[in-house]
């Protein structure tokens, strides 16, 4: 039962925790909330893409394979 009342609670608290952080960050801007909100979206995305590019770059496995490949 407690289990539940906390399982609630954070159900309800974190959409609002994120709606007072996107509010304030608006605020502290002088932005629309919808622009700040849908400028992080953009940024993640950015930053995801970057980080996948970097990961396919840096992957041994691969340098593995072009370096065999190399000493064919």
Known sequence: MLMLSLVR??????PW???LTTWALARSFNMPE????????FVFA???????????ALCPMRH?????AWLR
């Open 9 to 14: 609670t954070l159900a309800v608290l974190i």
């Open 17 to 19: 925790m994120l709606h």
């Open 34 to 41: 919808p622009v700040v909100h849908d400028t992080g979206a």
């Open 46 to 56: 950015q930053v995801q893409t970057i980080e996948n590019r970097v990961g396919k």
């Open 64 to 68: 593995l394979r072009r370096l065999l």
